[in-house]
T-cell receptor
Framework: DVKVTQSSRYLVKRTGEKVFLECVQDMDHENMFWYRQDPGLGLRLIYFSYDVKMKEKGDIPEGYSVSREKKERFSLILESASTNQTSMYLC??????????FGQGTRLTVV | RKEVEQDPGPFNVPEGATVAFNCTYSNSASQSFFWYRQDCRKEPKLLMSVYSSGNEDGRFTAQLNRASQYISLLIRDSKLSDSATYLCVVTLNTGFQKLVFGTGTRLLVSP
């Protein structure tokens, strides 16, 4: 079974903190994605990586950065957390014309 | 205009009913099409791919109409366990294969 694991299910952070969300996949997938999901807005792509050290901006990259130093790991970084970044964050791997596998999600609250 | 549009619902149906969802997409260059299912507070999971010839998996039938740019999902003999949000997904080639999600259609099946 493909497994995509996100480091935390729930996080509470303060405004202005630097936040790291980690994602690890075990299927040697080239592609990895970070989405956020908000009510009424669906899943929106933040960043995408198609190889180690390669990244592409998605639809809403502002306020975020990413790191992919190893193929299996894709990190999302909130440089200075703000309340409007309170959301559910979902990591996925695979994708393209094939199935995307999602992690269990991280519900981040910024206070 | 949103790239992928779905009726958010909810669709309330009794057990045993047949229910159909439609999804429209705006980019005629969309390449691949999928239906994902998302249970409450869980990650999305692939339900089925959608092919030009249409495809069926048990009680579920998916169809694609490229000319009108919509895809559909038909669920026959609804079960209580079908209650979930159904996400329409298309892929776009924007230099990389980008998955674009609809906001989802919520289905509630009642006894």
């Amino acid at each position: 079974d493909v497994k995509v694991t996100q480091s935390s299910r729930y996080l509470v952070k303060r405004t202005g903190e630097k936040v790291f969300l980690e994602c690890v996949q075990d299927m040697d997938h080239e592609n990895m994605f970070w989405y956020r999901q908000d009510p009424g807005l669906g899943l929106r792509l933040i960043y995408f990586s198609y190889d180690v050290k390669m990244k592409e901006k998605g639809d809403i990259p502002e306020g975020y950065s990413v790191s992919r130093e190893k193929k299996e790991r894709f990190s999302l970084i909130l440089e200075s957390a703000s309340t409007n970044q309170t959301s559910m964050y979902l990591c996925a791997s695979g994708g393209g014309n094939a199935e995307a596998f999602f992690g269990q999600g991280t519900r981040l609250t910024v206070v | 205009r949103k790239e992928v549009e779905q009726d958010p619902g909810p669709f309330n149906v009794p057990e045993g009913a047949t229910v159909a969802f439609n999804c429209t997409y705006s980019n005629s260059a969309s390449q691949s099409f999928f239906w994902y299912r998302q249970d409450c507070r869980k990650e999305p999971k692939l339900l089925m791919s959608v092919y030009s010839s249409g495809n069926e998996d048990g009680r579920f039938t998916a169809q694609l109409n490229r000319a009108s740019q919509y895809i559909s999902l038909l669920i026959r003999d609804s079960k209580l366990s079908d209650s979930a949000t159904y996400l329409c997904v298309v892929t776009l080639n924007t230099g990389f294969q980008k998955l674009v999600f609809g906001t989802g259609t919520r289905l509630l099946v009642s006894p």
